[in-house]
């Protein structure tokens, strides 16, 4: 009896720390519909997370409904995602602000309706967020009608191209697919693969997407909350356009880092910024990892006095893995002459790290970055990537990024001598 005692208090004591814990956080209720039982479960992550990787939580659908309670210490953008969608490869995101109050979430069918989630909220910061929101969406949405009226209708492609998008999904075997892409591509090129009509409607959808963009840079340069950082930090993510890293860069700078020292987006920007020095001329970033036997090892340590490759990868990047494959050759040419290779491997599970090793054979230093706990991928700018080679020289001074094979044996060659 005494022991049951003993166990309930012990439990009680815990519940009680709980609930306190939950009552200095913020409390965010998030309710949301899906459109038929073909979605059964919803996952949720903080922005940015890589779901590879990325731990998250994820809430079951019950006769087409989801709630959550999530508690959380600040105000805060996640994403909610269809596992179903997910798992397909092709998906929605919804993103809102975990904050005190209610978000409302309703999803649509993706392939029948091909529609972006929508969100309601009355919390403040969402109110904010949708606001700037329904600026793009009124730009944007009704020309996504168009576009989808022009594909109901049979008006993207032009004959010759519907006739290849057909010849393409009958083939059998893989010359006449590849055949078929090849003039499909020429025909893109051209312009040939579309109508007249479609044309039009892709002159008008670029106009558009100019007229978005100076939207948010607008945005982005006057407004001061933490949506402004998080629509900058989204700019400053997933823009392909890198000319415009330095305005990025001085508005986080002179801006929003003086606003939100401590908070977790500026810390991610932080990174971000730091990651911009990963180019040609500029110096590689040291971090700790372990190995898959624990040992820690320090990759300055490991590359001390010689050209090294960092090598980052994943069990579940191919294209990453036929890149490190590649560089063997030139591992077993190099490795007396003052050349190394140190590869880091971005999993989910050491077990899987350890069966692509061993099936494909990589004879140098292998370490771990098990769901992102370093945040190297972050660091080295390819954080939803499976990964990037850098070559460095003994002096740490960057030689190239993402090289291949060839390119570091031309490279070895002139700094190291020939074979």
């Known amino acids: 009896m005494k022991t049951a005692k003993l166990l309930l208090l012990i439990a009680a004591a815990t519940l009680a720390v709980a609930c306190t814990n939950k009552k200095e956080k913020m409390h965010c209720r998030i309710e949301g519909t899906v459109p038929d039982s073909t979605y059964t479960m919803m996952l949720l992550a903080p922005f940015g997370s890589d779901l590879r990787v990325d731990a998250c939580d994820s809430i079951p659908v019950v006769d087409g409904k989801f709630s959550f309670d999530l508690y959380v210490d600040e105000i805060t953008p996640y994403e909610l995602i269809s596992m179903e969608e997910h798992d397909r490869g092709t998906w929605f995101t919804c993103d809102f602000f975990a904050e005190e109050g209610t978000v409302n979430a309703t999803f649509y069918h993706f392939k029948k309706e091909n529609k972006r989630p929508t969100l309601k909220s009355e919390s403040p910061t969402n109110k904010h967020f949708l606001q700037y929101d329904s600026v793009e969406n009124s730009i944007i949405d009704p020309l996504e009608e168009e ?30 697919k590849y055949k078929a892409q090849q003039e499909m591509n020429a025909l893109v090129e051209s312009g040939e693969a579309f109508t007249p009509e479609y044309l039009a409607y892709q002159e008008k959808y670029e106009k558009a997407i100019e007229k978005c963009n100076k939207h948010t840079d607008d945005f982005i340069k006057s407004d001061r909350s933490l949506v402004g950082l998080y629509i900058l930090q989204c700019q400053a993510m997933y823009s392909r356009d890198s000319s415009k890293d330095s305005l990025f860069i001085a508005l986080f700078n002179e801006v929003y880092q003086p606003l939100f020292p401590k908070h977790s987006l500026s810390k991610k920007m932080e990174t971000w910024v730091q990651s911009r020095g990963i180019v040609v001329g500029g110096r590689y970033i040291d971090f700790t990892a372990p190995a898959l036997d624990g040992t820690l090892h320090t990759l300055s340590k490991e590359i001390a006095g010689k050209i090294a490759l960092i090598d980052l990868w994943a069990s579940w990047c191919g294209s990453c893995r036929r890149t490190s494959m ?94």
Request: hydrophobic residues 35%.
């Open 147 to 176: 576009g989808d009226s022009l594909d109901r209708n049979g008006l993207r492609y032009s004959p010759r191209a519907m006739e290849l998008e057909e010849l393409f999904y009958a083939a059998k075997d893989n010359a006449t």
């Open 326 to 419: 590649s560089m063997i050759p030139v591992y077993e040419a190099y490795k007396d002459k003052g050349f190394t290779i140190v590869g880091v491997a971005r999993e989910n599970n050491s077990e899987d790290m350890k069966l692509a090793i061993e099936r494909d054979g990589y004879p140098w230093l292998n370490l771990l970055e098990l769901k992102d706990e370093n945040k190297i991928w972050e660091k080295y700018g390819v954080d939803n990537s499976g990964g990037r080679t850098v070559l460095v020289n003994s002096n740490g001074t960057i030689l190239a990024v993402s090289p291949t094979a060839t390119e570091v044996e031309q490279i070895l060659q002139k700094m190291l001598g020939g074979k």
